[in-house]
C-alpha cells in the first residue's frame, strides 16, 4: 500500500478519478464515505508545497474561495482536502455555444468578492487567470490555487513586495519590469485581463510572439475594442492601467457601473444557468494553450501551457 492508499483509508475516502495534474502534485476527485459527499485531494510533496497557500486559505471563509476541510502532512507528501467544484469557468459563461456577457459579469463580481475577502485579510492571490476560477454546483465562481499568495509577513506595511508572481500573459508590467510591486494592485491587473479574456476568447495584446507580446504588456499598449459594452470596457481598462498606484482597489471595483443591474443576486441555481459536466472536469481549463500572438481564440491555443514565473 503506498502513501496516497493509506491516506485514502485511513480518512474512509474512496478514488474516483484524477481531475488535474501539474509541476508539483496532482488533484484527485475521492468520495467520503464518512460524509457521503464528494472533495477534491490535492497531493504534491513536502518540498514543493507552499506554506503560504495553506495558511491563506486557512484564514479565509467565503463562498467564492475554494474552501480547505483539512491539511494533512505523511512522511514526503502533503495531502489536501478541499470542496470539489465540479465546473469549469468555461461551463458557466459559454451557453449553446456562445459567451454570455451576463455570465462574465456574474463571474466577475463573484472574483471581485473574493478579492475583497483576501484584500482586506491582507492575502493577495498573486495568480488571477481564468485556470484558477472554478464553478460550484450552485453556478457560484470560485477562485482557487493559492500556491503564489502573498500574506501580509511575506511583504512590507506598503503592501510591497519583490516576489515574482503571476502566469504570461495575465501578469502586470511590473512583474516583467521585477520592480518592487504592490501585491494587491497586481492582482487587479490581472483581473482585467481574465475579464477580457472570459469576455472575448482573446487577448488584449498584440505581437507576433511572446516576446512581442511582452513589450506591449510594459509600454501598456492593448486594444478594447472588442468589447462592445462601454461600461465593461471602462471596468478592464481602470484594472489595466499601466501605473498600478492609478488602478482601482477590490471594493472600488464592486461598486463599478458595468455590474449595476447585470449582475444576479441571491447567489444560487437559476433556471436559465445549465450547467453540464465535462469527461474530464476541471482538468479542461487547464489545457489552454499559448501559441504566436494574437491568438485567434484562447480556448483553442496551441503550443506551450501557459507559464508561472
Known amino acids: 500500500m503506498n502513501e496516497n492508499d ?15 495534474s501539474g509541476t508539483y502534485g496532482s488533484v ?10 464528494k472533495f477534491a485531494l490535492k497531493v504534491t510533496r513536502k518540498k514543493y508545497f507552499k506554506e503560504e497557500e495553506f495558511e491563506s486559505l486557512q484564514q479565509l471563509d467565503s463562498p467564492n474561495v475554494v474552501r480547505l476541510y483539512k491539511c494533512e502532512r505523511k512522511n514526503t507528501m502533503l495531502y489536501l482536502l478541499m ?7 468555461f461551463n458557466k459563461i459559454k451557453i449553446n455555444g456562445e459567451i454570455k456577457e451576463k455570465q462574465v459579469l456574474n463571474v466577475a ?34 477562485l482557487c ?27 502586470p508590467p511590473e512583474i516583467y519590469l521585477k520592480k518592487t ?16 479574456a472570459l469576455l472575448t476568447g482573446k487577448l488584449p495584446f498584440k505581437g507576433k510572439t511572446p516576446e512581442e507580446a511582452i513589450a506591449n504588456i510594459i509600454n501598456g499598449k492593448f486594444t ?29 471595483l464592486i461598486n ?21 459536466k465535462t469527461k474530464s472536469h476541471v482538468s479542461n481549463y487547464h489545457q489552454l494553450r499559448i501559441g504566436s500572438f494574437p491568438p485567434k481564440n484562447i480556448w483553442s491555443m496551441n503550443g506551450n501551457n501557459p507559464g508561472r514565473f
Open 6 to 20: 493509506q491516506f485514502l483509508k485511513e480518512n474512509s475516502l474512496k478514488y474516483l478519478a484524477q481531475i488535474g
Open 28 to 37: 484527485y476527485l475521492v468520495y467520503s464515505m464518512q460524509y457521503r459527499a
Open 83 to 89: 470542496e470539489y467544484c465540479p465546473f469549469t469557468v
Open 109 to 142: 463580481y463573484d472574483i471581485l468578492q473574493a478579492l475583497c475577502i483576501c484584500h482586506s485579510r491582507r492575502i493577495s492571490h498573486g495568480d488571477i487567470k481564468p485556470n484558477n476560477i472554478i464553478i460550484d454546483g450552485f453556478g457560484r465562481a470560485k
Open 145 to 171: 490555487d493559492f500556491g503564489m499568495s502573498i500574506t501580509q509577513s511575506d511583504s512590507n506595511e506598503d503592501n510591497l513586495t519583490t516576489q515574482i508572481c503571476g502566469s504570461f500573459p495575465f501578469a
Open 181 to 196: 510591486y504592490d501585491r494587491f494592485k497586481a492582482d487587479i491587473y490581472s483581473f482585467g485581463v481574465t475579464v477580457f
Open 224 to 252: 478594447l475594442r472588442l468589447v462592445e459594452n462601454q461600461d465593461i470596457a471602462d471596468l478592464i481598462f481602470r484594472c489595466m492601467h499601466s501605473n498600478p498606484e492609478k488602478r482601482p482597489n477590490a471594493t472600488e
Open 256 to 276: 463599478h457601473p458595468a455590474f449595476g443591474k447585470h449582475i444576479t443576486p441571491p447567489l444560487h441555481p437559476t433556471t436559465n444557468i445549465r450547467l453540464s
